[in-house]
């Protein structure tokens, strides 16, 4: 039997129980409102893998119906815990509370989808190793999902037992008042953050606030509005760029005038949502103590201008009923800081490595913080998620939240430079927290993925999933290159690193290789399509244009470093290139289109169609250096 994720114990029976044209679906009178949920969701489980349509009904006491699959409350039992019951009789679940009746309902569902309306009779019980088990989503760097995609996303989350959701938010909600900040995006709306509120909750998915209030306030500092609000003056005058949105933009923490304007969002966002959380993020603040703040900085020390507002904020949320979240990077330098914040604050550890160290986990398990552990699904800055990267950072970091006795984990689905990667993609990644967090019986990585690819992809070759882990390790010149490259050249960034002269993307060996990977990849998929369930098969052509995405990127960034080296540029391939480049792109704008609102994909075009132009010659390669040394030169003629 197989179950994502695994139930703690599982006791076959004897017999067998027979799903009918005629069944019902019987609720416990005290499940009246939300009990309709797990009845519904088990009704669309069972039409979806049987075609039978059960019907929906209220216990009547004394009466039991042999046909009837049973959902009921048991307060012997705990909160997400949740008994199965299949035999010959009948099918009863048994939930300590409503989240534990609709976990119960889930592993029904995931029974039905492997063995149909022929049922083996079971005994399962089951709940979950760590109370909180998250999934946290940018909405903010590149897509802004729709609507419909996000209560996906929250139907996902549900059927592998998933209870928090968060969605990152810089400058995509509505702020009144910010009109010069959100005016180029497409931001969420107070009514849309309303309705997934309320459809989360339905599921047991508590959905929980988080915005940037500190570092990463590229949007909101880049105005001529609240400029002045930033460490470093005039960041209003710079053009728009990827990396100084990831790199700078940390608010003043000296004037006293920042905060003011943080807490008014704040306390405008925290309306929309009925949890008693709140994330302020406070990661990545580089700048701080650089700029205006300096000479504070020099008296106080860079922590304590950090913790002394970060306290501020806290204290504030507090004042209002609600619970702070931070992410903890910058504490884990200093981790008895955090016995200053209220008592209630929730540090959120994160780590993204394969390999990643216990130190930051232990740490502030030792200075007594409340803390949850935030591994990662590895989709940022890359075309295809490292899938196999993230399995094993998510299995490291669910043990180490267990060993420190973390309160939860919240797995982070990041968008730097644009959140490029197939949101579908992200799935695999979604499911090892999912499964790890639950518990500790799991299976090896590729038993694992060939179980998501039936039960989460619909292929009953089991084959999809390493599809994808395999198009992953094909990527040389990726999308976080491809920026690099194109900022150095168009705006002058300097990087620590220029891509084009790293050995890897000039290795045409390995580049042979990961093309010949990929052709034979594309072959073996189209013939798996006629193995995925009708409703699955559009991830065929989806998958086949992420792979068409690394491979053009590959040989763009090939193609290039001929150019930076001065070697013989052959016209028609370049220009054939270009062309691939550009069709290549039409059909990426449709897909994000379909699930995404248009978002930074403008600013993903810019990129797309600059190197275009390099490759045909329609642009001066290495224009910014070139206007630089001109203008250099005329300061040498005038002085002269």
Request: proline share 3%; hydrophobic share 35%; charged share 30%.
């Given at each position: 039997?197989?179950?994502?994720?695994?139930?703690?114990?599982?006791?076959?029976?004897?017999?067998?129980?027979?799903?009918?044209?005629?069944?019902?679906?019987?609720?416990?009178?005290r499940l009246i409102g939300n009990g309709d949920t797990y009845a519904k969701v088990?009704?669309?489980?069972?039409?979806?893998?049987?075609?039978?349509?059960?019907?929906?009904?209220?216990?009547?006491?004394?009466?039991?119906?042999?046909?009837?699959?049973?959902?009921?409350?048991?307060?012997?039992?705990?909160?997400?815990?949740?008994?199965?019951?299949?035999?010959?009789?009948?099918?009863?679940?048994?939930?300590?509370?409503?989240?534990?009746?609709?976990?119960?309902?889930?592993?029904?569902?995931?029974?039905?989808?492997?063995?149909?309306?022929?049922?083996?009779?079971?005994?399962?019980?089951?709940?979950?190793?760590?109370?909180?088990?998250?999934?946290?989503?940018?909405?903010?760097?590149?897509?802004?999902?729709?609507?419909?995609?996000?209560?996906?996303?929250?139907?996902?989350?549900?059927?592998?037992?998933?209870?928090?959701?968060?969605?990152?938010?810089?400058?995509?909600?509505?702020?009144?008042?910010?009109?010069?900040?959100?005016?180029?995006?497409?931001?969420?709306?107070?009514?849309?953050?309303?309705?997934?509120?309320?459809?989360?909750?339905?599921?047991?998915?508590?959905?929980?606030?988080?915005?940037?209030?500190?570092?990463?306030?590229?949007?909101?500092?880049?105005?001529?509005?609240?400029?002045?609000?930033?460490?470093?003056?005039?960041?209003?005058?710079?053009?728009?760029?990827?990396?100084?949105?990831?790199?700078?933009?940390?608010?003043?923490?000296?004037?006293?005038?920042?905060?003011?304007?943080?807490?008014?969002?704040?306390?405008?966002?925290?309306?929309?949502?009925?949890?008693?959380?709140?994330?302020?993020?406070?990661?990545?603040?580089?700048?701080?103590?650089?700029?205006?703040?300096?000479?504070?900085?020099?008296?106080?020390?860079?922590?304590?201008?950090?913790?002394?507002?970060?306290?501020?904020?806290?204290?504030?949320?507090?004042?209002?009923?609600?619970?702070?979240?931070?992410?903890?990077?910058?504490?884990?330098?200093?981790?008895?800081?955090?016995?200053?914040?209220?008592?209630?604050?929730?540090?959120?550890?994160?780590?993204?490595?394969?390999?990643?160290?216990?130190?930051?986990?232990?740490?502030?398990?030792?200075?007594?913080?409340?803390?949850?552990?935030?591994?990662?699904?590895?989709?940022?800055?890359?075309?295809?998620?490292?899938?196999?990267?993230?399995?094993?950072?998510?299995?490291?970091?669910?043990?180490?939240?267990?060993?420190?006795?973390?309160?939860?984990?919240?797995?982070?689905?990041?968008?730097?430079?644009?959140?490029?990667?197939?949101?579908?993609?992200?799935?695999p990644g979604l499911i090892y927290g999912a499964v790890f967090s639950w518990g500790?019986?799991?299976?090896?990585?590729?038993?694992?993925?060939?179980?998501?690819?039936?039960?989460?992809?619909?292929?009953?070759?089991?084959?999809?999933?390493?599809?994808?882990?395999?198009?992953?390790?094909?990527?040389?010149?990726?999308?976080?290159?491809?920026?690099?490259?194109?900022?150095?050249?168009?705006?002058?960034?300097?990087?620590?690193?220029?891509?084009?002269?790293?050995?890897?993307?000039?290795?045409?060996?390995?580049?042979?290789?990961?093309?010949?990977?990929?052709?034979?990849?594309?072959?073996?998929?189209?013939?798996?399509?006629?193995?995925?369930?009708?409703?699955?098969?559009?991830?065929?052509?989806?998958?086949?244009?992420?792979?068409?995405?690394?491979?053009?990127?590959?040989?763009?960034?090939?193609?290039?470093?001929?150019?930076?080296?001065?070697?013989?540029?052959?016209?028609?391939?370049?220009?054939?290139?270009?062309?691939?480049?550009?069709?290549?792109?039409?059909?990426?704008?449709?897909?994000?289109?379909?699930?995404?609102?248009?978002?930074?994909?403008?600013?993903?075009?810019?990129?797309?169609?600059?190197?275009?132009?390099?490759?045909?010659?329609?642009?001066?390669?290495?224009?910014?250096?070139?206007?630089?040394?001109?203008?250099?030169?005329?300061?040498?003629?005038?002085?002269?």
């Amino acid at each position: 039997m197989e179950f994502l994720p695994k139930p703690k114990e599982v006791k076959l029976q004897k017999g067998e129980y027979a799903l009918c044209y005629d069944g019902r679906i019987v609720l416990d009178r005290r499940l009246i409102g939300n009990g309709d949920t797990y009845a519904k969701v088990l009704q669309r489980g069972i039409q979806k893998e049987t075609g039978l349509q059960y019907e929906i009904g209220y216990e009547v006491p004394g009466k039991k119906d042999s046909k009837a699959i049973e959902l009921k409350l048991d307060e012997t039992q705990r909160s997400q815990q949740y008994r199965i019951k299949v035999t010959e009789q009948g099918i009863c679940i048994l939930g300590g509370d409503g989240a534990g009746v609709l976990y119960g309902v889930q592993t029904l569902c995931q029974m039905i989808q492997e063995y149909g309306a022929l049922l083996p009779a079971v005994q399962i019980e089951d709940e979950p190793d760590l109370p909180v088990r998250g999934y946290y989503l940018d909405e903010t760097r590149g897509r802004v999902l729709t609507l419909t995609y996000l209560k996906q996303v929250a139907d996902r989350m549900a059927y592998y037992k998933l209870n928090q959701l968060q969605l990152y938010v810089e400058h995509t909600y509505l702020f009144s008042g910010l009109s010069e900040m959100w005016r180029d995006e497409t931001p969420l709306t107070a009514e849309e953050i309303r309705e997934l509120d309320a459809y989360c909750a339905k599921l047991h998915i508590e959905l929980v606030p988080s915005i940037a209030t500190f570092g990463h306030l590229y949007m909101l500092l880049s105005t001529k509005s609240c400029g002045e609000l930033c460490e470093f003056p005039d960041s209003w005058k710079e053009p728009f760029s990827f990396w100084n949105r990831m790199q700078h933009h940390t608010v003043d923490v000296s004037g006293g005038k920042a905060i003011e304007q943080i807490k008014a969002m704040i306390e405008e966002y925290m309306a929309l949502f009925t949890t008693d959380k709140f994330n302020i993020c406070a990661d990545e603040t580089f700048d701080l103590g650089k700029g205006k703040s300096k000479t504070m900085a020099e008296e106080k020390g860079v922590h304590r201008l950090y913790i002394d507002y970060v306290k501020e904020l806290c204290e504030f949320l507090v004042s209002k009923g609600k619970k702070p979240m931070f992410w903890g990077d910058i504490i884990c330098a200093q981790p008895e800081l955090i016995r200053e914040l209220p008592k209630e604050t929730v540090c959120l550890t994160w780590g993204y490595a394969a390999e990643q160290r216990e130190h930051e986990a232990k740490v502030m398990a030792e200075a007594g913080a409340r803390q949850y552990l935030c591994p990662g699904v590895g989709g940022w800055n890359q075309w295809m998620n490292l899938v196999e990267n993230s399995y094993k950072n998510i299995t490291r970091m669910c043990g180490y939240a267990r060993k420190y006795q973390a309160e939860g984990i919240l797995n982070t689905d990041w968008g730097d430079c644009g959140h490029i990667n197939q949101p579908d993609f992200s799935l695999p990644g979604l499911i090892y927290g999912a499964v790890f967090s639950w518990g500790e019986d799991a299976d090896s990585f590729e038993k694992l993925n060939e179980q998501i690819s039936r039960l989460a992809y619909g292929d009953r070759s089991g084959k999809f999933v390493s599809y994808m882990a395999k198009t992953a390790e094909c990527s040389i010149f990726d999308w976080w290159d491809a920026n690099v490259v194109y900022e150095e050249k168009v705006l002058g960034h300097p990087n620590n690193r220029n891509a084009l002269f790293d050995a890897r993307i000039q290795d045409e060996t390995k580049r042979a290789a990961a093309h010949e990977t990929l052709v034979a990849l594309k072959k073996e998929l189209k013939k798996t399509a006629r193995e995925m369930e009708e409703s699955c098969r559009y991830l065929v052509s989806t998958l086949e244009l992420t792979m068409d995405a690394i491979d053009i990127w590959n040989e763009t960034g090939a193609r290039l470093c001929d150019i930076e080296y001065g070697k013989e540029k052959d016209e028609a391939a370049c220009a054939a290139l270009a062309g691939r480049l550009e069709a290549w792109f039409m059909k990426y704008k449709a897909s994000w289109r379909s699930i995404s609102k248009e978002g930074d994909l403008h600013h993903i075009a810019e990129i797309v169609f600059w190197y275009a132009d390099v490759l045909r010659g329609r642009r001066v390669y290495g224009k910014w250096r070139m206007n630089k040394m001109n203008e250099q030169n005329k300061m040498m003629n005038d002085k002269k």
